[in-house]
């Protein structure tokens, strides 16, 4: 008689996106796993056919958590709801944003997502209508670079804004970005 299950499915997932959370999906082993767990490997592969499978769930619901937030309806400006997504994520789920963001180089997916969701809406907004395909390319590089180092210092817990003090300080810092890049547009 095979031997009965005693680790749901769920509850190795679990215990694998907590240590996923805090230490990097690096650390994720079956051997490291069933140490997490006070068992042996076994129950990761009664419910995974390989830890491979089990990170690949793992990033899936990371993305997914994240895609979550940039798409949240902040505001009334699309454009400013990605930034304050990123910005809210980063102070909701610490851990979860360092480990992305500032620890694993298996996320490059997930900021190209993130590179894309931000392009469709510069193509959807009228303001940016017949600007060039390149000043729109830096625009978007600079507004990350601004976003990115935001989020980086709220997760990090540098600063613990408001959903109102984010709002404001990504107005501001988007404001000085564009009026800069309009004026060099203007200089060509």
Known sequence: MPKKVIFSKEIVFNKAFEMFEKQGLDVITARNL????????????????????????????????????????????????????????????????????LREQSFTDIIRRFRDSVKAEIEKDER?????????????????????????LIATGFVEPTDEEIKERLMAGAGTILYKRLGELKKR
């Open 128 to 152: 940016f209508t017949g600007l060039p395909v390149e000043f729109k390319d830096e625009l978007l590089l600079d507004c990350w670079i601004f976003a990115h180092g935001y989020s980086t």
């Open 34 to 101: 069933g140490k997490e767990l006070k068992a042996s490997p076994a129950p990761i592969y009664s419910n995974y056919s390989s830890i491979d499978e089990l990170k690949e769930e793992l990033i899936t619901v990371a993305k997914n958590r994240f895609m979550e937030y940039i798409k949240r309806p902040f505001t009334d400006l699309e454009y400013l709801n990605i930034g304050m997504g990123i910005c809210v994520f980063a102070r909701e789920n610490k851990e979860l944003f360092r480990s992305i963001f």
